[in-house]
């Protein structure tokens, strides 16, 4: 089975704590396993480039998860090999005024892959039909006619030339609890700690329903979810990296066919 298919959201999909601390990927050697992502982070960094020579093809890669499910940690571990110039991530926060008002898609639109580059979405599009349904921003009606617009906004982009890869980074509420913790108690990681998180853990049963609703509801063979046991980081990153690969490879990049004015060109 590939990793594609393993993690693959499942038909009936049920989020729940005891699938996060699962490590199907891992041995008992668990610097094996980071030598093993970062052998899988050099083949990433080595097929972007000739994917970014062929500047074809675009890859979106949107990472979703509660607080500390490790977002950072995955682009660092796993994409942080690539050259500057074929990558780009982009955080999104809360929105500007001007985001406001325009439609929720407008912001997003904006910050896709160009030919040749891989985008990462730290945070996506998906915050508003998480966020904004869990704090009660819109009403049930609003957030399927949102469902509807995200799955033909994926449709264009796939369409047009984009290969997205989705990822829910499944963390459990006792390890957000641990990791919370070490922030606050670890004085270098205060800067990494905001309050406003312990405010949305207190929405957490919540969250995991809107987390499921909107994967079933926007999950599709040409922008698929995977959902991504996160409690272990090493096998988080394993997990997406082998992901990644599989699909890089599945794409075949090449690179230009060579120009037939340089042959017999002499330097001087």
């Excluded at 641990?178 to 919540?206: I, T």
Aim: proline letters at 4%.
């Amino acid at each position: 089975m590939t990793a594609r298919e393993e993690f693959r959201k499942p038909k009936k999909l049920k989020i729940d704590d005891k699938a996060a601390g699962a490590k199907s990927l891992s041995s008992d050697d668990k610097n094996a396993d980071k030598n093993r992502v970062d052998e899988m982070a050099q083949r990433i960094a080595d097929m972007q480039n000739v994917f970014y020579a062929e500047h074809k093809r675009k890859i979106l890669v949107i990472l979703q998860g509660m607080d500390t499910s490790g977002k950072d940690g995955t682009v660092k571990g796993v994409f942080g090999k690539i050259d500057p110039l074929g990558i780009r991530t982009v955080p999104f926060k809360a929105p500007t005024q001007t985001e406001k008002e325009h439609d929720y898609l407008w912001r997003v639109h904006q910050q896709m892959p160009g030919q040749g580059e891989l985008t990462i979405f730290n945070r996506s599009h998906y915050e508003d039909v998480l966020i904004t349904r869990v704090h009660k921003w819109i009403d049930t009606d609003e957030c399927k006619r949102r469902y509807a617009q995200i799955r033909d906004f994926e449709r264009m982009l796939s369409e047009t030339g984009t290969v997205l890869l989705k990822f829910f980074l499944h963390i459990s509420r006792d390890e957000q609890r641990k990791r919370l913790q070490e922030r606050v108690d670890d004085p270098e990681k205060h800067w990494k700690f905001d309050p406003k998180d312990l405010d949305e853990r207190v929405h957490w049963d919540d969250y995991q329903k809107a987390y499921q609703t909107a994967i079933d509801e926007t999950d599709a063979d040409h922008a698929p979810w995977y959902i991504i046991p996160a409690d272990s980081k090493t096998h988080r990153n394993l997990a997406i990296a082998s992901i990644v690969c599989e699909t890089m490879e599945a794409m075949k990049f090449a690179f230009p066919p060579a120009n037939p004015e340089l042959e017999g060109l002499k330097i001087r």
